[in-house]
């Protein structure tokens, strides 16, 4: 993502300077206080028509003609539009322009401008497009009126391109009302193009605040608008935003960014205390000697529960076994721990790879073969190891490789077999010999046979590992305490997943 896509709120002024260059200087300034108020990251956004060449001659007096009127009434000077420009920087914010024509992207270049924002009409005009991406700046694209199949089509051809870029969605329809906003296409577009930062360009009434926390609910990182300033003399069109309502739409935008909040659980300790305040610990019902196994006719489960007391879900939980560390009296609650248990572990890591799979979108049929790769012990692998899904080994291996996050898998070679790993999922960083490599989801990695290479991630990650025939015994690591084991010491083979 670029830095100046984090974010970022776009108002656009449009032809809401009315053709004068000090209400525009005026638009500008209200704006920069809303900004710094909410202490976000925002910009300015104009539009650039060479008039003179942008309408055909034969129409510059046609008032039938749609929009014409309206542009030519409101136009300004380059020198004005570069007055803007400068103000929208000294206000702090980022300069965003729409050009409408091959002219009007050279003094977008002139100006100075930081980012080209490409209009709906615009997004399958490729000799603009062409022109647009030789400026070289980072582009913002609004989709409205495009089919999907379009969309595809301008997605590859920025892609190809060395430009980075953002996808908004947007209704064509001045003001949209909600039944054709579909903002559910937004999640679609990000799941779509996971490469591309994906944001919402609105039109929906200027009241509406609720369509902007839904956008940021769906994962909205770009957030546009029309904005303009009414006066005595002048009016809003029914799709731009008065200063105040600008101020309510990016609190809105703000305030659901907080309820949303991180893709990570996160838990406080007071939420724990108050969900421990409504479980049931487990007390003894009679007599518990030291060093007695403990059986569901030894305990019964009440409230409340203690903190640092057993838990009726930690007492019942799937081959959970106790052993008394105390004597207990009657009634008395119990504080135990249970014993380590080999299933619970396998199972707790199978639940997690399970879950990483699903998130990834990957499904992997029936025929296959689980390893657990437990290189220092199963009470280590959520630090050291990596879960191995063998789906075939014949003169060409598949297999797909599961890490944790915060797991790594330790440094080795193979004599025999080469392999070349694809990143599917996550953050995956390769060691190769004495290169780092940090893979994202596409990439892929060669590597040759005898050399060294290991792997972590931060965040989890699934990758899958194309190889000629792999031959047991054909791993070679560099840690002695490692290359001492027997295969089957460090390995854990499961039926079924």
């Known amino acids: 993502m670029h830095p100046l896509f984090k974010d970022l709120f776009i108002l656009e002024m449009a032809n809401n300077h009315q053709g004068d260059i000090n209400h525009g200087l005026a638009i500008i300034r209200e704006m920069g206080k809303i900004c710094r108020k909410y202490q976000v990251n925002a910009g300015v956004k104009f539009q650039y028509r060479h008039l003179d060449t942008f309408i055909h001659p034969d129409y510059r007096n046609n008032t039938q003609a749609k929009h014409i009127s309206r542009f030519?009434?409101?136009?300004?000077?380059?020198?004005?539009?570069?007055?803007?420009?400068?103000?929208?920087?000294?206000?702090?914010?980022?300069?965003?322009?729409?050009?409408?024509d091959e002219k009007s992207v050279d003094l977008i270049v002139d100006h100075g401008i930081e980012v080209i924002k490409v209009a709906s009409c615009s997004a399958d005009d490729w000799p603009l497009l062409n022109k647009m991406v030789k400026a070289g700046k980072p582009m913002?694209?609004?989709?409205?009126?495009?089919?999907?199949?379009?969309?595809?089509?301008?997605?590859?051809?920025?892609?190809?391109?060395?430009?980075?870029f953002a996808i908004l969605h947007c209704v064509g329809i001045y003001p949209s009302p909600n039944e054709v906003l579909h903002l559910n296409f937004i999640e679609k577009m990000i799941r779509r193009y996971p490469e591309v930062t994906i944001g919402y360009s609105g039109h929906?009434?200027?009241?509406?605040?609720?369509?902007?926390?839904?956008?940021?609910?769906?994962?909205?990182?770009?957030?546009?608008?029309?904005?303009?300033?009414?006066?005595?003399?002048?009016?809003?069109?029914?799709?731009?935003?008065?200063?105040?309502?600008?101020?309510?739409?990016?609190?809105?935008?703000?305030?659901?960014?907080?309820?949303?909040?991180?893709?990570?659980k996160e838990i406080?300790?007071?939420?724990?205390?108050?969900?421990?305040?409504?479980?049931?610990?487990?007390?003894?019902?009679?007599?518990?000697?030291?060093?007695?196994e403990i059986t569901p006719k030894d305990v019964f489960f009440a409230m409340p529960c203690a903190d640092g007391q057993l838990t009726s879900g930690e007492f019942g939980r799937y081959r959970a076994r106790f052993i008394a560390s105390q004597d207990y009296a009657p009634l008395q609650g119990l504080t135990e721990q249970s014993q380590p248990d080999l299933y619970l572990q396998i199972r707790q890591i199978i639940h997690q790879a399970k879950g990483m799979f699903t998130e990834a979108g990957i499904i992997l049929g029936k025929d296959y073969e689980i390893e657990l790769s437990h290189h220092f012990g199963l009470d280590q692998f959520p630090r050291t190891g990596c879960m191995i899904v063998n789906v075939l080994n014949r003169e060409y291996c598949k297999k797909l490789i599961v890490v944790l996050p915060g797991q790594s898998n330790p440094v080795h070679k193979h004599l025999?077999?080469?392999?070349?790993?694809?990143?599917?999922?996550?953050?995956?960083?390769?060691?190769?010999?004495?290169?780092?490599?940090?893979?994202?989801?596409?990439?892929?990695?060669?590597?040759?046979?005898?050399?060294?290479?290991?792997?972590r991630s931060e965040k989890g990650a699934i990758f899958e590992e194309i190889s000629t025939t792999h031959y047991r015994n054909?791993?070679?690591?560099?840690?002695?305490?490692?290359?001492?084991?027997?295969?089957?010491?460090?390995?854990?083979?499961?039926?079924?997943?």
């Not at 904005?227 to 935008?253: C, F, H, R």
């Open 416 to 455: 025999r077999k080469e392999e070349t790993f694809q990143l599917l999922y996550g953050d995956l960083q390769v060691s190769l010999d004495e290169q780092k490599v940090q893979l994202k989801p596409g990439d892929t990695l060669l590597v040759e046979r005898d050399t060294w290479h290991g792997f």
């Open 140 to 164: 913002i694209a609004s989709t409205g009126g495009l089919t999907l199949s379009q969309i595809d089509n301008l997605v590859s051809f920025l892609s190809h391109r060395p430009v980075e």
């Open 204 to 264: 929906e009434g200027p009241d509406n605040t609720d369509v902007v926390k839904i956008a940021v609910a769906k994962g909205a990182r770009i957030l546009e608008r029309h904005v303009g300033l009414p006066t005595e003399t002048i009016k809003l069109n029914n799709y731009s935003m008065n200063p105040e309502q600008v101020d309510k739409w990016i609190a809105a935008a703000q305030e659901a960014k907080i309820i949303c909040g991180s893709d990570e």
């Open 268 to 292: 406080t300790q007071s939420e724990k205390d108050s969900l421990l305040s409504l479980k049931r610990g487990v007390f003894a019902k009679h007599g518990i000697k030291k060093g007695q």
């Open 72 to 100: 030519l009434s409101t136009e300004l000077t380059e020198d004005q539009f570069r007055q803007l420009v400068e103000a929208t920087r000294e206000a702090g914010l980022v300069t965003i322009c729409t050009p409408f």
């Open 474 to 497: 054909d791993s070679i690591y560099q840690d002695e305490r490692i290359a001492i084991l027997d295969p089957m010491q460090r390995k854990t083979v499961l039926d079924e997943f």
